[in-house]
């Protein structure tokens, strides 16, 4: 007699094969900043999720690169040829894309990222992570933007856009999508819950590469 065949009915998952992360080209006043891009590093690179990032060896940008990198992760960074010397190239990307400009190099992190991160950082990361707020809030793509509020680094924005509402600048039916994780742990299982009812080609697909098209 055969033994009976069991059939799990088991939910799809978007995979996330790559995340952008958004960081300081410094390394901050409190340890615990360096401390957690060298984990967000290391995990990244368990879980082969290729990191794309803004191609400096330096600061938090260097770190989280190098934890990926001599953890066997994969790596690509991509930076424009003005910032070659000033954030010292990171050259053990198994990627490096050298672009003419800024709007090239944002063109291209978007291209080939399927969700977006930002540690803390300073002027640069606060633009690029509020850009991608601005085209999820204007429906222009779906891809989640979370930010890893360290020590309570972004407490401060998340504040400014909780006032934002409040005044009425910011729709309370159409809230801003930013996600929020306390520590390396908790940013993996937020986005894949956030991606869990997209698409596979809405995050990687020739619909992903249309959504360049409408920006």
């Known amino acids: ?64 690169a190098r934890a990926c990198a001599e953890a066997g992760g994969k790596v690509t960074g991509i930076i424009p040829d003005f910032l070659l010397g000033k954030e010292q190239a990171f050259d053990h990307a198994h990627e490096l894309i050298v672009t003419k400009d800024m709007h090239e190099r944002k063109r291209l992190m978007f291209e080939r990222a399927d969700a977006f991160l930002a540690l803390p950082g300073g002027i640069g990361t606060l633009e690029e992570l509020v850009e991608q707020l601005t085209w999820v809030q204007l429906n222009r793509h779906a891809k989640p933007v979370l930010a890893l509020n360290v020590a309570g ?33 908790a940013v993996l299982p937020k986005l894949l819950t956030a991606v869990s009812h997209i698409g596979e080609a809405e995050l990687h697909g020739a619909a992903a590469e249309s959504v360049l098209d409408r920006m």
């Open 153 to 185: 680094f972004w407490d401060p924005l998340l504040g400014l856009l909780d006032h934002m509402q409040a005044t009425g600048f910011v729709n309370v039916a159409r809230p801003v999508k930013l996600l929020v994780a306390h520590n390396v742990r």
């Open 1 to 64: 007699m055969n033994a009976p065949v069991l059939r799990c009915n088991m939910v799809s998952m978007t995979k996330i094969k790559s995340i952008c992360v958004y960081c300081g080209a410094a390394s901050g006043t409190d340890a615990i900043y360096l401390q957690t891009a060298v984990e967000l590093g290391r995990m990244l690179a368990a879980e082969n999720i290729r990191l794309i990032y803004g191609g400096g060896g330096v600061g938090l940008m260097g770190a989280t």
